[in-house]
């Protein structure tokens, strides 16, 4: 079963606007501070990356239960350029904006699950969730 709520992403007020989102519901089901952070940075660093390489696209946050465990499901997609090296982006450290480059490595470190889908010219979606300790 899963609730969810999206955020178009358009402008830097929509990463915020999700990143509250996002704590909100992670609070709902129960996370505690670190892990709503955790949550919280990975939904920022997502929902920055589609304002910085595709323009636009849409963050949508779900409340997942799935045999007896809650989690929450991060879902970030895009209609941009793709990306060319999902092995090189995964790449801790690798970096094209010129950032610290904790990046998607970042967002799969501070997750349960993580996995991205991108073809060129199509755009990309990557599933993140938390689970519910």
């Known amino acids: 079963m899963e609730l969810q709520s999206s955020v178009k992403i358009k402008n830097e007020w929509d990463i915020v606007a999700v990143r509250q989102l996002g704590r ?27 304002f910085l390489y595709a323009g636009q696209g849409e963050v949508s946050i779900e409340k997942n239960f799935h045999n007896g465990r809650s989690g929450l499901r991060i879902i970030a997609q895009d209609n941009g350029p793709g990306i060319a090296d999902i092995r090189r982006v995964m790449e801790d450290g690798y970096t094209t904006s010129g950032g610290l480059g904790a990046g998607l490595p970042g967002v799969k470190r501070l997750m349960d699950e993580f996995d991205i889908q991108s073809k060129l010219e199509e755009g990309t979606i990557i599933m993140a969730i938390k689970w519910l300790r």
């Open 24 to 50: 909100n519901v992670a609070k709902e089901l129960g996370f505690g501070t670190v892990d709503q952070a955790r949550i919280t940075t990975a939904i920022s660093e997502l929902a920055r990356n589609i």
